[in-house]
């Protein structure tokens, strides 16, 4: 599971700065996610990528924006941070469709 | 889009009970439904998968059951113990395709001794 990591682990952030979470894995899996964890509602899916340069929104994509310009990375954006961004957010990869998750250890993100 | 409900959110048993989680989902092309256990502060693990094709599926004392007509899945745990103690998640695959997941809202179990 050391094959997939997020950075960093704890952030805190004033609303309307941008900040960027990143994950990195090193099985060349080409699928990549990305999801949020809060009370009371789950994983919801935010992006997800098939393969570098493809990137498909998820259920939560607004205020996020992502990016794959190599199949080892799949960073997230958060343009302009806002406290219902406040978060566990959690990266996973896939090394096909219809196939089970690794998941990263989580970034906690609290926006002030 | 596909959308899941997962029952109960909360369960309580005792040692040695069984444990019922059951899930419905609302996309008919869905064909991969996987459970995660996620114990405090970790990350999500994958326990047990199934797939359209298939009814039933056993490892040890977990199980998952698929009723595609009625497009719902199930998890047994037979024989709690209290290390089965977690936040336990439902997904299905968002289409035929299967490019993502979908996760119910979880399931918290304890187990007391």
């Known amino acids: 599971d050391a094959g997939i990591t997020q950075s960093p682990r704890y952030k805190i952030t004033e609303t309307g700065r941008q900040v960027t979470l990143m994950c990195h894995q090193t099985w060349s899996h080409s699928y990549m996610f990305w999801y949020r964890q809060d009370l009371g509602h789950g994983l919801r899916l935010i992006y997800y990528s098939a393969a570098a340069d493809i990137t498909d929104k998820g259920e939560v994509p607004d205020g996020y924006v992502v990016s794959r310009s190599k199949t080892e990375n799949f960073p997230l954006t958060l343009e302009s941070a806002t406290r219902s961004q406040t978060s566990v957010y959690f990266c996973?990869?896939?090394?096909?469709?219809?196939?089970?998750?690794?998941f990263g250890s989580g970034t906690r993100l609290t926006v002030v | 889009g596909e959308n899941v409900e997962q029952h109960p959110s909360t369960l309580s048993v005792q040692e040695g009970d069984s444990a019922v989680i059951k899930c419905t989902y609302s996309?008919?092309?869905?064909?991969?439904f996987p459970w995660y256990k996620q114990e405090l502060g970790k990350r999500p693990q994958l326990i047990i998968d199934i797939r359209s094709n298939v009814g039933e599926k056993k490892d040890q004392r977990i199980a998952v059951t698929l009723n595609k007509t009625a497009k719902h899945f199930s998890l047994h745990i037979t024989e709690t113990q209290p290390e089965d103690s977690a936040v336990y998640f439902c997904?299905?695959?968002?289409?035929?395709?299967?490019?993502?997941?979908?996760f119910g809202k979880g399931t918290t179990l304890s187990v007391s001794s």
């Open positions: 996309d008919s092309a869905s064909n991969y």
């Open positions: 997904a299905a695959s968002v289409n035929q395709a299967g490019t993502a997941l979908i």
């Open positions: 996973a990869s896939s090394e096909r469709p219809n196939y089970g998750y690794t």
